[in-house]
């Protein structure tokens, strides 16, 4: 095996074994989050995309590489051309084959896995993310069930404060009736009684007034019969004269 594809072959090996590791089911993305999440990814995250993209070109480019020598070798025509000319040349045309094949799934599944690991460690983050939130939510969820159990007791004890204050209130209310029902009757037994004693009071009037007329003719007639004494007792005292 050549340099480059003990390279390649190592490259897979590493893959493999993240992806494994990633798929641990004891390791909860938290805490790949956490590691995802170090000040050493945020300097190196500039380059990742380019290397990402580089890694993806050399792939596909020792890919192609190996589908060729697989075609070269595998040809019919060429492994009746080697065995015609030598006698090991088929033996030396399989081992070439083989070794392009190998090379061709090498690179293949390094290329296929290199896509999987960038797809698992987005999966990943993302997973851990929503399992953020959903603590998040669950924390929103139970303190809003809380506070709406409290607001529900509140209510329910506010429903019974006013429900007592009401039924306080209504037999206040009920003995203030009474009384004013009690006033009434109190104010308009004393306004009979002022309405006898003015009506008593102006037949009083009436009769005062009479009486007094009547003393005014009395006294009209006595004085009239007063200067008609003193008329014949002038008379009387001139004709004795």
Not at 165 to 189: C, S
Request: net charge positive; hydrophobic share 40%; charged share 30%.
């Amino acid at each position: 095996m050549t340099l480059q594809w003990a390279a390649v072959a190592t490259f897979l090996y590493a893959e493999i074994g993240l992806i494994l590791i990633f798929c641990l089911p004891f390791i909860p993305p938290q805490r790949w989050q956490k590691i995802f999440s170090f000040s050493v990814w945020g300097k190196i995250a500039t380059f990742w995309n380019k290397a990402f993209l580089t890694i993806i070109v050399l792939l596909i480019v020792l890919f192609l590489d190996a589908v060729r020598e697989v075609r070269k070798y595998s040809s019919a025509h060429a492994i009746e051309r080697s065995s015609a000319s030598r006698p090991a040349a088929y033996e030396h045309t399989q081992m070439k084959l083989f070794r392009s094949q190998r090379n061709l799934y090498i690179s293949g599944f390094s290329l296929f896995f290199w896509l999987v690991l960038r797809r698992l460690v987005t999966l990943i983050t993302q997973l851990a993310k929503e399992l953020s939130n959903k603590g998040v939510l669950k924390s929103q969820a139970e303190s809003t069930n809380k506070a709406a159990k409290k607001f529900m007791e509140e209510n329910e004890r506010l429903k019974r404060l006013l429900k007592n204050y009401g039924k306080e209130e209504d037999h206040i209310l009920e003995e203030e009736n009474k009384k004013l029902v009690e006033d009434k009757e109190k104010l308009q037994t004393e306004l009979k009684k002022v309405s006898d004693a003015l009506s008593k009071a102006q037949n009083d009037v009436m009769t005062m007034k009479v009486q007094s007329e009547r003393l005014s003719k009395e006294y009209d007639l006595l004085l009239k019969e007063h200067s008609e004494l003193q008329d014949h007792a002038r008379k009387g005292s001139k004709k004795g004269l």
